[in-house]
């Protein structure tokens, strides 16, 4: 009975001194505390949930109808913005997913991707006195006798930090990322919140199957929060692509860094979606979504070094004295690294999308870990066409607002369906989804879907990254197997040329096809 009872202070005490020690940490900040962090969640859960079955669920629908749809789409974003409003003020982990959701076009309704998206230029800001404790903890010593300058309004504030322009004492101008006080401490708390959250929702819409969502999160976020590992990985992906002389990536400066700050070259340019600066600075979109697909292709079929955050704010574009295209590539915290197995059945996979090849659609799902008739539906995620369109070519059929309504109006269909794909592939897969997702929605914005080049590059580097395994695997075979297989991928690239500059002259006329490939 006594040890019953003094376990029980030991865990009182414990819970009690956590709690003080986070208040601590947080300036006294009430909603540092899991507890509260987790009510507040818990409660929006409810009352999203309460919302539906008050607004929606309350009488039986019929689903064709015109007032279903519409009351339907008025109930989503109610809930999106309820959703929203705990995001912003639980902060942090919330904001990195929310800006996820954002991103899931595929898979979630329009009402709730709409919302969320302004999680990626608009997330909530920091005090400059927070961040300036954040330096004194982790430099040892007064922002003032390091930088004789410093901007008290942001150049932008993600889910895990804020970067503010400043001037070094020795006259450099920096830009200086720091890592809101709150989110490391917080993130194990919230992780296991939302864990809660999720199965809370599948419970209530069987069709809401997002747990992968959550286990990437706990998987990628610990890597995001060290600020040292971004720098080693800014350093890494400016060494690979050295070779482009338009590509941007800012330098570290080593000695002014941790965990929690980055101290890095200040590059200026317009947001990649910023059609005004695109405009006044005369800057032609076309070859900017050109260097794009250049990059993500190599990125994905050649290097497996993949920057899996492409959103608008993390790709700059300016022009250079000499009036040439440079692209400054921002934020790199999450990289996947695929293996060279996974780049070789998705790039066979490409290929059998761009030849229309059922049966080779199938195979390469299947290595990718899709099972079945699922392949159909994955081909229509990872290309972000309807089926129809993949079956009549995808280099056939011209990118259509009419397109993309119907990719939308049936997600709610086939919800289920894209919830088995996600629990089913290949877990490096995830991240080229969004990849794909984010670099789809800045194309559409600069108006460049239908451009030629976008699947004549990624195909040389499909056909590229498909031989050269072919080659790892015949390397004991002799040199007249590899000279063959050399051989072959010459022939095929060839071909490709051939028949993309054919579809370019078909389309775009003599002049513009040659601009699409130059």
Known sequence: MLLRRFLGYGILGTGLASAGWSLHT?????????????????????DVA??????????????????????KSRVHKIAAEKLLQLICTNRGVYIKVGQHIGALEYLLPKEFVQTMKILHSNAPQNPIEDLYKVIRQDLRCNPEDIFDSF??????????????????????????????????????VDMKTMELAVNVLARIFPDFKIHWLVEESKKNLPIELDFLNEGRNAEKVAKQFEKYSWLRVPKIYWSLSSQRVLVMEYLEGGHVTDLDYIRQNKIDPF???????????????????????PHPGNILVRRTPQNSLELVLLDHGLYANLTDKFRYDYSNLWLSILNVDRKAMRKHSEQLGIKGDLYGLFACMVTGRPWETVMQGLTKVKYSKEEKNTLQNNTSLVLPHISDVLEQVDRQMLLILKTNDLIRGIESTLRTQNRMTAFWVMSKCCVQSSYAEQRTQK????????????????????????YYLYLGLINFGFLEALKQVV
């Open 50 to 71: 309460l919302t539906y079955k008050r607004e929606l669920y309350y009488r039986e629908w019929d689903k064709t109808t015109p007032e279903y749809k519409a009351e």
């Open 26 to 46: 947080n300036d006294y900040d009430p909603n540092s505390l899991g507890i509260v962090r987790l009510s507040r969640s818990a409660a929006a859960v409810v």
């Open 475 to 498: 390397a004991t075979s002799g040199s007249t197997r590899i000279l063959w297989l050399r051989l072959r991928e010459r022939w095929e690239l060839l071909k490709l040329n051939c």
């Open 287 to 309: 070859a900017v979504a050109n260097r794009i697909g250049q990059l993500y292709s190599e990125m994905i079929f050649h290097t497996g070094f993949v920057h899996s955050d």
């Open 151 to 188: 901007e008290p309004e942001p150049l932008g504030t993600a889910s895990l930090a804020q970067v503010h322009k400043a001037r070094l004492k020795t006259g450099e101008v920096v830009a200086v990322k720091v890592q809101h006080p709150y989110v490391k401490g917080n993130s194990r």
